[in-house]
């Protein structure tokens, strides 16, 4: 099946300062997603992204599929973005969304 | 938005009882419903494909007979986790298309917590 890899798995920040999460996806995609999983478990949809780019507030998402990867980029981050970021991808030859191993962001005051 | 909704939330009970959790799509119908399970400090892994009118898929190495899956109709779909023992304490969380699951994004429950005593 296919092969979902963030990095950096984990990545401590000072309130305030910008970062970038990538995720590498081993096949082609029809699917990508972006989540944040809270302390309280709940994943939050970030963003669909299988291609393109697209910008929510303070975070933004890039998905190069030609390439096989996907990058987040935080913005100014808060306390409240602390929490594991997920990439997961459905494959061009399946229908089950992937997980990545996650990287778990801890933002500091 | 589409909201999947999950319940119970936290659920403690004693070893070689049963427990049923049940995921609903309530303001969308879906064919197809995936369950995942998620250990601490460890990403999510996909269970089962539960599908509507039809026998659910299980992925390798899951017991189809410790994990029921039923799903009756198109906005429901309940996971039993039967005779449950201490290490099948885990996050157990559902998710369902808006559309074809090929091509569309996933909306996911909040999840339960099982600890089995």
């Known amino acids: 099946g296919i092969q979902v890899e963030q990095s950096p798995p984990d990545l401590i920040l000072q309130e305030g300062a910008n970062s970038t999460l990538r995720c590498n996806f081993s096949?082609?995609?029809?699917?990508l997603q972006w989540f944040h999983q809270n302390p309280w478990g709940q994943l939050i949809n970030l963003f669909y992204i299988p291609s393109g780019t697209k910008q929510n507030g303070r975070l933004s998402a890039t998905t190069v599929a030609t390439e096989r990867y996907s990058l987040l980029y935080i913005s100014s981050s808060q306390t409240t973005d602390s929490g594991v970021y997920f990439c997961a991808v459905v494959g061009a030859a399946g229908n089950k969304l992937t997980f990545g191993g996650g990287t778990r962001v801890l933002v500091k005051p | 938005g589409a909201v999947v909704s999950q319940h119970p939330s936290r659920v403690i009970c004693k070893s070689g009882t049963s427990v049923k959790i049940e995921c609903r799509s309530l303001?969308?119908?879906?064919?197809?419903m995936f369950w995942y399970r998620q250990f601490p400090k460890q990403s999510l892994m996909l269970m089962a494909t539960?599908?509507?009118?039809?026998?659910?898929?299980?992925e390798q190495g899951v017991e189809k007979d410790k994990f029921l899956i039923n799903h009756a109709s198109l906005t429901l779909s309940t996971l039993t986790v039967t005779s449950a023992h201490p290490e099948d304490s885990s996050f157990y969380i559902c998710s369902a298309p808006t559309g074809n699951p090929h091509n569309s994004p996933l909306h996911f429950g909040n999840g339960t917590r099982l600890t089995v005593t």
């Open positions: 096949d082609s995609v029809n699917n």
């Open positions: 303001d969308f119908q879906a064919t197809t």
């Open positions: 539960s599908n509507e009118g039809s026998k659910a898929t299980y």
